[in-house]
């Protein structure tokens, strides 16, 4: 299972979660991208909730604020991925004591360094 779930997908290329989505793929990721506004050009369907996650996901990347998570943190323990990586600016000791909670794995770290070393 490579499949990641990108919560805050963006189309905008200057945008983190942009840079960081097509290098997941590049790296033969599945990435499944998350927005309420807007449709993401991939081959993936976006899904515009958590709730709609249906499908086991093995890592979680967040590129929100932790205000725009704190609604869907429920779904978030619900899909249960091995690993959630909160990226610079988004993190949030509340949330991440939740997940751990759960045995969901928590890192804050950025996603693109980590796939630059070799760590993610």
């Keep these: 299972m490579r499949r990641i779930l990108l919560i805050g997908a963006s189309n905008n290329p200057e945008r983190y979660s ?4 097509y290098r997941l793929i590049e790296n033969g990721y599945t990435v499944i991208p998350v927005n309420p506004f807007s449709e993401i050009a991939t081959k993936e369907k976006t899904l515009k909730k958590l709730r709609n996650i249906t499908v086991d996901i093995e ?6 604020r932790p205000e725009l998570l704190e ?18 600016g988004t993190e949030c000791p509340v949330m991440q004591r939740k997940l751990e909670k759960h045995n969901i794995l928590v890192r804050n770290a950025c996603t693109l360094v980590l796939l630059s070393m070799g760590e993610f």
Excluded at 59 to 64: D, L, P
Excluded at 74 to 87: A, H, Q, S, T, Y
């Design 59 to 64: 890592k979680a990347v967040i590129y929100i």
């Design 18 to 21: 942009n840079m960081a989505m």
């Design 71 to 88: 609604n869907d943190i429920e779904d978030l323990i619900r899909i249960n991925p091995k690993e959630v990586i909160f990226n610079p």
